[in-house]
């Protein structure tokens, strides 16, 4: 049983560029979340989204959206780029019931230059 | 102020040794609470998640929970080398038994056991 699918694994951007990352939830979840950990950091949370509407969004500006497709899969698009958007990004699907049991995908280290 | 804190470490013990993980939180309307391990390049994993205040264990952890004191406490027994790692503990709201999704993290403590 595949667990959560991201990709791609690793990214190089220029500053001012837009990057989409895709994530595959676990069979059996429909709710996708994404986290952004910056080196040393615990995770932040981005948004989350399930029947394809973003529920919940943390503290994170307009450039982040985000988009989950009919069979529960999801894109996380990063506008205008910034130095500072340099991170691991991950997702993580859950069962909508147990929302707290969340598998993490081994993330997208996404670099800014 | 962080609504979690948590002491980075870095944790450094013996093989064999007892190891105690903490975290305080801010935040009342927390009610679930979490413990993930994150190996190098890995997503986190999540080793004991508890709803309600006391203890409760599975094989060499032990996940402690006082919500009067808003802290929380994960114990390893017996470590061993492959619970080298980073351990991130994680707080999520909700009412009676459904949880409200995003997790607040730690900023994560780097753990090493050294045989």
């Known amino acids: 049983d595949a667990g959560v699918t991201q990709s791609p694994t690793h990214l190089i951007k220029t500053r001012g560029q837009q990057v989409t990352l895709r994530c595959s939830p676990k069979?059996?979840?429909?709710?996708v979340s994404w986290y952004q950990q910056a080196l040393g950091q615990g995770p932040q949370f981005i948004f989350q989204?399930?029947?394809?509407?973003?529920?919940q969004r943390g503290n994170f500006p307009d450039r982040f959206s985000g988009h989950q497709f009919p069979n529960y899969s999801s894109e996380l698009n990063v506008n205008a780029l910034l130095l500072g958007d340099s991170a691991l990004y991950l997702c993580?699907?859950?069962?909508?019931?147990?929302?707290?049991?969340?598998?993490f995908g081994s993330g997208t280290r996404l670099t800014v230059v | 102020q962080k609504e979690v804190e948590q002491d980075p470490g870095p944790l450094s013990v013996p093989e064999g040794a007892i190891v105690s993980l903490n975290c305080t939180y801010s935040?009342?309307?927390?009610?679930?609470f979490m413990w993930y391990r994150q190996y190098s390049r890995k997503g986190p994993e999540l080793l004991m998640y508890?709803?309600?205040?006391g203890n409760k264990e599975d094989g060499r952890f032990t996940a402690q929970v006082d919500k009067s004191s808003k802290y929380i406490s994960l114990f390893i027994r017996d470590s061993q080398p492959s619970d080298s790692a980073t351990y991130l503990c994680?707080?999520?709201?909700?009412?009676?038994?459904?949880?409200?999704?995003?997790?607040?993290f730690g900023q994560g403590t780097i753990l090493t056991v050294h045989p």
């Open positions: 993580a699907s859950s069962p909508m019931q147990v929302n707290y049991g969340y598998t």
């Open positions: 069979s059996g979840h429909d709710t």
């Open positions: 989204y399930y029947e394809e509407e973003e529920r």
């Open positions: 935040n009342s309307a927390f009610q679930y």
């Open positions: 508890t709803y309600s205040s």
């Open positions: 994680a707080m999520s709201e909700g009412v009676g038994g459904t949880s409200y999704g995003k997790l607040t």
